[in-house]
C-alpha cells in the first residue's frame, strides 16, 4: 500500500467518526479530485507526490460540508455539473424520473417535444432531457437568482444551450407563451416538511437553499401548486412528472383529480423501492 492510500484509511476513520453516511466513498473522492486521478488509479500516485491539501479537504468534509461543494462538481445520469454554495445538489433518487421522463417523450408521436423543468437548480433535469432526447427543446424555470447562475453555467458548458432555456421566473406565472402546449412537465419541487427540520442531515440543512427544501408543515405546499401549474401548462394527453419524499404518496394523488383533468395518477418507486416521484397525465380533449 502507498502513502496516499494509507491516509486514505486513516480519512476513512475521520469520517465515519464524524458521522459522514459514505466515509471511504467520500476519502477516496477527495483523494481523486485532489491528486488529479480516478478513484482507481490512487495506487498510482507517488509517495512523493502526496498534496497536504488532502487533509483540508477532508476536514471540511468531517465538518459535514457536502462533498460536491468542496469538489465543486456532481454527477448526474451522464453529466458532470458545476456545482456549491446556493444551489441544490442534484440527487440519485432524481434520476430515476427523469429517466421515466426520457424513455415518456421517446414513446410520444411528436418530433420536437416542449418541456418544462420546474425550479431546475443545476439544470441537472433540463440538460439530461434535452441531452438524451434528441430535437427536445426544454425550458428551464427557477426563481431563485443565484440558483439559476449555475443552471446557466451547466448548459452552456453542455452545449445544449440552442435546445435548454433558462428562465428566472416563479413557476406559477412561467411561460405564458407556452400555455396548453407543453409536453411534459417536469419537477423536483421543495417537499421537506418543517417539522422535520431537525432530522435532516447538516450536509443538507446547512447548505441546501431553504426554497429548495421547506414546503410547509405536511411538505406538499410546492406540489399543491404544481397542480394548477400543471393544468395550466399541459396540452391535452401531456403528461407529468414530481418527485417526493418518503411517505408522501400515498396523499398525493388526491390532489389531482379526474375532476380536474387528471388521467392515470400512479406513483413510481427509486432504487430503494421506496415511492419517490408522482406521475400523471392530462385529460384528452
Request: proline share 6%; with cysteine; charged share 30%.
Amino acid at each position: 500500500m502507498n502513502f496516499l492510500l494509507d491516509e486514505v484509511a486513516r480519512a476513512t476513520l475521520r469520517l465515519a467518526e464524524s458521522g459522514v453516511p459514505s466515509p471511504r466513498t467520500d476519502a477516496e473522492e477527495l483523494a481523486a479530485f485532489v491528486h488529479g486521478v480516478r478513484r482507481g488509479e490512487l495506487h498510482e500516485v507517488a509517495d512523493a507526490d502526496f498534496d497536504a491539501r488532502y487533509w483540508e479537504c477532508v476536514a471540511r468534509r468531517a465538518a459535514r460540508e457536502p462533498l460536491q461543494h468542496i469538489t465543486g462538481r456532481a454527477y448526474f445520469r451522464y453529466l458532470e455539473l458545476q456545482v456549491g454554495p446556493g444551489v441544490f445538489v442534484p440527487r440519485p433518487e432524481t434520476e430515476i424520473m427523469v429517466g421515466w421522463a426520457i424513455d415518456t417523450l421517446r414513446a410520444m408521436d411528436v418530433a420536437d417535444p416542449l418541456v418544462a423543468d420546474l425550479g431546475t437548480g443545476s439544470g441537472a433535469i433540463a440538460i439530461s432531457i434535452a441531452q438524451e432526447v434528441p430535437r427536445s427543446r426544454v425550458h428551464a424555470v427557477e426563481l431563485d437568482g443565484e440558483a439559476l447562475s449555475w443552471a446557466k453555467r451547466n448548459i452552456d458548458a453542455s452545449g445544449r444551450a440552442d435546445r435548454v432555456t433558462a428562465h428566472q421566473a416563479d413557476m406559477r406565472s412561467a411561460l405564458a407563451d407556452f400555455e396548453g402546449r407543453m409536453d411534459l412537465v417536469i419537477s423536483n419541487p421543495p417537499y421537506v416538511p418543517t417539522a422535520e427540520a431537525a432530522a435532516i442531515p447538516p450536509e443538507v440543512s446547512n447548505h441546501d437553499p431553504d426554497a429548495a427544501l421547506w414546503a410547509g408543515d405536511d411538505g406538499l405546499d410546492a406540489i399543491r401548486e404544481l397542480e394548477a401549474v400543471g393544468r395550466r401548462l399541459l396540452r391535452p394527453g401531456g403528461a407529468m412528472a414530481i418527485e417526493h419524499g418518503d411517505g408522501q404518496g400515498i396523499d398525493i394523488p388526491r390532489l389531482f383529480p379526474e375532476g380536474q383533468g387528471w388521467r392515470d395518477v400512479r406513483n413510481r418507486k427509486d432504487l430503494a423501492h421506496r415511492d419517490r416521484f408522482v406521475v400523471m397525465r392530462r385529460a384528452e380533449e
